[in-house]
């Protein structure tokens, strides 16, 4: 069973900083690219950054220069550093595993998402 779990939401000043955390079990994941989606009440959902198995990252523009995603030692993990917080930041950010992540985005049949968690950017 595939389960993937996201932790370091929270509420946070304009031009503060977070960091996300998520790690994922349940299959082989050197095969797989990890990252991270938001969706903001009345908007579309967006892919924000996404690493792949080699190591490759897709940033949105919007958040280029601000946030960072990396995997963590343990190759079933990823963090995304989130600095420079604007209020447009904020976001339910949802942790997911897909194939591929290129230049084109975030994407593949394989879909498995964590429960999300809460990013609010307010002074």
């Known amino acids: 069973q595939v389960q993937v779990v996201e932790s370091g939401g929270g509420l946070v000043q304009p031009g503060g900083s977070l960091r996300l955390n998520c790690s994922a079990s349940g299959l082989t994941l050197d095969d797989y690219a990890l990252g991270w989606f938001r969706q903001a009440p009345g908007k579309e959902r967006e892919t924000v950054s996404c690493?792949?198995?080699?190591?490759?990252?897709y940033t949105l523009n919007s958040v280029k220069g601000r946030f960072t995603i990396a995997r963590g030692n343990a190759k079933n993990t990823v963090y995304l550093q989130m600095n420079s917080l604007r209020p447009d930041d904020t976001a339910v950010y949802y942790c997911?595993?897909?194939?591929?992540?290129?230049?084109?985005?975030?994407?593949?049949?394989?879909?498995?998402w964590g429960q999300g968690t809460q990013v609010t950017v307010s002074s």
């Open positions: 690493i792949s198995s080699t190591a490759y990252t």
């Open positions: 997911a595993v897909k194939n591929y992540c290129t230049q084109f985005g975030f994407y593949g049949p394989v879909d498995y």
